[in-house]
């Protein structure tokens, strides 16, 4: 069976530091993965999308970036964080074809310091 | 530009009262609707909808897709604590990276 692994479940970074969050994709092959962002009980705003390695796009411009080195492996990351890049982050994914819904991750919890 | 609107946007009801959320939206290229539930975490899937007037049905919860009203509803009758969560629609659309739009979702609450 499919399984998504997100980590770290929480994170608290001082602003200006950098940011690594990682998703992984076991049981299944060329998956597209997304990247999103949930504010405090609200609904989800894609930010990045991706149909296979190294092919990424952007939904939203801002202070991230997201990169696809294996197929099965999705990387959010920024260089300096900003205190409103605080959220809930949460990985997805889905078949390459048809019409799939979306799989998630348990999602990251970031603090901005 | 794409939009989907849940109301309400917060609800708070007694067990065993029935509910019915709301989705609207506005898509260029309309693939599906799904509904998901979101507890404390991952979101996870209730219903996939394609198709008007076709009622998908789940234990409590049911929902149907209205393509000329461009609208979606969920049910849940009996509600009990445990259904107290976020629920979230999103539209799918016809592109290659199966693009979710969602909504800002109904935050419920089943007091006992």
């Known amino acids: 069976s499919q399984t998504i692994h997100q980590w770290p479940a929480t994170l608290v970074q001082p602003v200006g530091s950098p940011l690594s969050l990682e998703c992984t994709v076991e049981g299944t092959s060329n998956p597209n993965l997304y990247w999103y962002r949930q504010a405090a009980g609200r609904g989800l705003q894609l930010l990045f999308y991706s149909v296979g390695i190294g092919q990424i796009s952007s939904e939203v411009p801002q202070n991230l970036s997201a990169s696809r080195p294996q197929d099965r492996q999705f990387i959010l990351s920024s260089k300096k964080l900003l205190l409103s890049d605080s959220g809930f982050y949460l990985c997805a994914w889905s078949v390459r074809w048809g019409r799939g819904y979306q799989h998630f991750g348990d999602g990251t919890r970031l603090s901005i310091l | 530009e794409d939009k989907v609107v849940q109301s309400p946007l917060s609800l708070v009801v007694h067990e065993g009262d029935t509910v019915t959320l709301n989705c609207s939206y506005e898509v260029t290229n309309f693939r599906s609707l799904l509904w998901y539930k979101q507890e404390k975490k991952a979101p996870t899937f209730l219903f996939m909808l394609?198709?008007?007037?076709i009622e998908k049905k789940s234990g409590r919860l049911s929902s149907i897709l209205d393509k000329k009203e461009l609208s979606s509803i969920l049910n849940i009758t009996a509600t009990q604590t445990g259904d107290s969560a976020i629920y979230l629609c999103a539209v799918d659309e016809e592109t290659s990276g199966s693009r979710l739009t969602f909504g800002e979702g109904t935050q419920l609450t089943v007091n006992p």
């Open positions: 394609t198709s008007s007037g």
